[in-house]
C-alpha cells in the first residue's frame, strides 16, 4: 500500500505525540525531527485536530499534544483522515468490471481491501511506538 505524504506525516507526528504523553511539542520540533516542511506539517496538524486526535495549545510553551489513547487509536483511524480505504463500491466503475474475469477480479481486490482494512485495524499506536523502540537506531529520522 502507497500512502500519501500527508497520510505519512500525519503517522510520523502522532506517534511523536503519543510518544510524550502530557507534553506539548510545537510544529517546528515535529518538522525538525522528522526533516518535512512546516507549512505541511501544519495542515496536516489541523486535520488531526478537527478529528479529535491532537490539540493545539496556545501560548508560552505551547504546541500540539496528543489526545487519544496509544492503546486504542489504530493506523487505520489515521489512515482513513487522508486516504480511501473504503469498499470499492465507492468507486468508478473500472472497464471491464461487468465481465465474468472483471467480477472475479473485483471479489479478490474487494477480499484484498478487507485483509488491509483488517491488517490496519488491528495495529496500535501503542505497537507501532513499541516497533519504533526495538529497532531504534541513534541519529537522526528522515521521512522518506
Known sequence: ??????TRIAIY????????P????????????????VNHLGKV????GRAGMVEACRGVGGGHRFRGNPRRVTLLDIIELFEDVGPRARRSPEPG??????????????????MTRATLAS??????????QRGR???????E
Open 137 to 143: 537506531r541513534p541519529g537522526r529520522l528522515r521521512a
Open 1 to 6: 500500500m502507497k500512502l500519501q505524504v500527508a
Open 123 to 132: 495495529i496500535t499506536l501503542a505497537t507501532v511506538l513499541k516497533m519504533g
Open 97 to 114: 468490471a461487468a465481465t465474468h474475469a472483471g467480477r472475479a477480479l473485483g471479489r479478490v481486490v474487494d477480499e484484498i481491501d478487507d
Open 45 to 48: 496538524l489541523r486535520t488531526l
Open 13 to 20: 507526528a502522532v506517534c511523536e505525540l503519543a510518544a510524550r
Open 22 to 37: 502530557g507534553k506539548q511539542l510545537s510544529a517546528g520540533e515535529i518538522a525538525d525531527r522528522f526533516d518535512i516542511s
